[in-house]
């Protein structure tokens, strides 16, 4: 009698050496796979069952807190790691977290986010400064004042 378990496993490992051999996936990130089809790219899990699904243009790696950036032509949004969309795929730029905040930029706006991807301050801002040791930052609105 064959282990099922053991024939699929191998028969991952030869699909995932196969696959990225030819560049259709990147490296295994922790339990998740990166796969590409046709230009589009998506996360399988260790099984080869898709979790996110081929709709992004770029998908980064997923940071300590299940978050990773993604794409949709230009635009940026943030998915966690069961492929849900937390933060819409609509700005222009995200920059990495620092602080523990990341700045979204949306046309010539800036706003904040958390580490959950959470909105702190709308794109409404002209700029917005990093923040010190003190946690605290600066931000414009309007030129002249």
């Not at 996360?43 to 770029?58: F, M, P, Q, T």
């Not at 492929?83 to 920059?95: F, K, R």
């Amino acid at each position: 009698m064959k282990n099922n378990g053991i024939l699929k496993t191998i028969c991952l490992q030869s699909w995932l050496i196969l696959a990225i051999a030819f560049g259709l996936i990147s490296t295994p990130m922790a339990a998740d796979v990166l796969v590409n089809n046709q230009g589009k790219y998506g996360y399988a899990d260790e099984n080869g069952k898709l979790i996110v699904g081929y709709k992004y243009s770029y998908i980064g790696s997923f940071d300590e807190n299940g978050l990773a950036l993604v794409m949709k032509g230009s635009k940026c949004g943030m998915i966690n790691r069961d492929g849900v969309e937390i933060l819409p795929a609509i700005y222009d730029n995200i920059t990495e977290f620092d602080h523990g905040v990341a700045q979204i930029t949306k046309g010539k706006k800036v706003g904040l986010i958390d580490d959950k991807a959470n909105i702190i301050l709308k794109p409404t801002y002209l700029e917005i400064g990093k923040f010190n040791s003190q946690n605290i930052t600066w931000a414009t609105k309007d030129k002249n004042k």
